[in-house]
């Protein structure tokens, strides 16, 4: 992944101009001859408003944007979205290349409907091409970054809560060999992973601090390595076959980490010749899909880091990963704006391409029963394939913003996307349809 190591906290200017979003576009002085003119009240305009399912059936802006008082319409402000977002490439027109090679999956899938959008959530990003910031343990619990805090949100009390201030000083009470018992202070976090109510958060220096959602206080904090360009790409928790939980580090010293979480010591250590953005754990937790700074992927036997496999397709870096329940098949996401799927069984080829609209793809997810594909692009679009359809089909959600990560609950049911955006940052929820909706009351 890219690195400005002489930039402190300035990780955010390439990718679609990403200070110059929504508000900018619609809103900014500087902007007057290209971007759309409004009217002048613009406290009307930006004050906080939520949306619920019923307002957005009524024809209400899901995210609550006026377009009745701008002077454009939804329609042409879309098409000049398209048109103007400049997707972050490291390797030059990997993106054109593949808007060549291969056509959009047709839409047509209805399989999560709008819930409700929350303008109270804001998240935020911290880099650029770093996307893993939004997680659900529940269908109403959701935690995510805002600034340099770990919020906790509740979608059923619609009530927010700090679960870390990473601004301030952050100590382990629990003593385990290789923690720093001194801990950090204004630590930089890059990746977010939550699960089995473990919470890991990565820093830019290397940083992993642990905390157990049960417990008070953190559990671990450590330092990986003093390599100058140490940042933490991703965190991938996971349970071993026994039922012990873990959690995988990818890392830019081209590095993955495993830790158990007993004691929090380090079981592996394995090293690649590119930094590592991405890794996920296969479900028979044989394999480990690795991706980084190199168009080609790895997969690599979890007990000792040598390479079982190469697969290769991609034009650009790859930061995004993710199994099928199923342990045969896994799809990665590439800054060429596709994400490909794999077959473990012969990698010579991806089974499917999945275009993006206007970037890379950063994050993807699988439901749990997988029947769907999650695919987030770095802003505005979240594509939802059906497996069963062998990914033919898919439903498009399409809104304005930057996307901080997606999140699917471990019972599938809910949908969140976190939005950053410097007037309507939000938290957005979807619910899965089911043919009888009604029962969804008692549920």
């Known amino acids: 992944m890219s690195f400005n190591g002489d930039e402190d906290f300035d990780y955010l200017a390439d990718e679609g101009d990403m200070a110059n979003v929504m508000d900018d576009e619609m809103f900014g002085d500087s902007f007057e001859k290209d971007r759309v003119k409004v009217d002048d009240d613009y406290e009307l305009l930006t004050r906080v408003t939520d949306t619920s399912s019923a307002q957005a059936r009524r024809g209400k802006d899901i995210q609550g944007i006026p377009w009745d008082k701008l002077h454009i319409t939804r329609q042409n402000y879309r098409k000049t979205r398209i048109d103007q977002y400049k ?5 030059p027109s990997s993106g054109e290349e593949m ?3 291969c056509k959009q999956m047709e839409m047509g899938g209805n399989y999560y409907e709008f819930q409700y959008n929350t303008r109270l959530v804001k998240p935020t990003i911290l880099h650029f091409q770093l996307r893993n910031l939004v997680w659900a343990t529940s269908k109403h ?56 109510n473990l919470l890991v958060a990565g820093g830019f220096q290397g940083e992993l601090t642990c905390k157990f959602l049960n417990r008070p206080g953190i559990s671990f904090c450590t330092r990986t390595t003093l390599d100058d360009n140490a940042i933490t790409n991703a965190i991938d928790i996971f349970k071993d076959l026994s039922g012990n939980l873990r959690f995988m580090a990818s890392n830019n010293d081209s590095s993955v980490r495993e830790y158990e979480t007993e004691r929090f010591q380090l079981l592996n250590h394995f090293r690649f010749p590119w930094p590592v953005n991405h890794t ?54 590439n800054q060429d ?16 391409i999945l275009k993006g609209n206007l970037g890379a793809v950063r994050s993807i997810r699988y439901s749990s029963d997988g029947q769907f594909m999650i695919m987030a692009e770095p802003a505005d ?25 997606v999140a699917l609950s471990p019972d599938d049911e809910s949908l969140f996307i976190g939005v950053w955006d410097r007037v309507y940052a939000s938290l957005l929820q979807y619910s899965m349809r089911h043919k009888f909706g009604y029962l969804n009351a008692f549920m």
Request: some cysteine.
């Open 87 to 91: 997707n972050y490439e490291n390797v």
């Open 337 to 352: 704006r596709t994400a490909r799927v794999w077959d473990v069984r012969n990698l010579s080829s991806s089974l499917a």
């Open 381 to 405: 679009f979240v594509h939802i394939f059906s497996t069963k359809a062998d990914y033919k089909k898919r439903q498009e959600l399409d809104f304005f913003g930057e996307i901080s990560g």
């Open 99 to 101: 808007n060549k090679k």
């Open 280 to 333: 996920s754990i296969s479900p028979d937790r044989k394999l480990v899909a690795v991706v980084g700074d190199c168009c080609d992927g790895l997969l690599v036997n979890s007990q000792n880091g040598k390479t079982v496999a190469t697969f290769a397709g991609h034009l650009d870096f790859s930061f995004a990963s993710a199994w099928h329940p199923n342990g045969l098949t896994f799809a990665t996401g």
């Open 141 to 196: 619990d959701v935690y995510f970054m805002s600034n340099s805090s770990v919020i906790h949100w509740s979608a059923t009390s619609c009530n927010l809560s700090e679960v870390l201030n990473f601004s301030e000083h952050v100590a382990p009470k629990e003593r385990h060999s290789g923690s720093l018992m001194a801990g950090f202070s204004r630590t930089q976090i890059s990746t977010l992973a939550v699960k089995d």
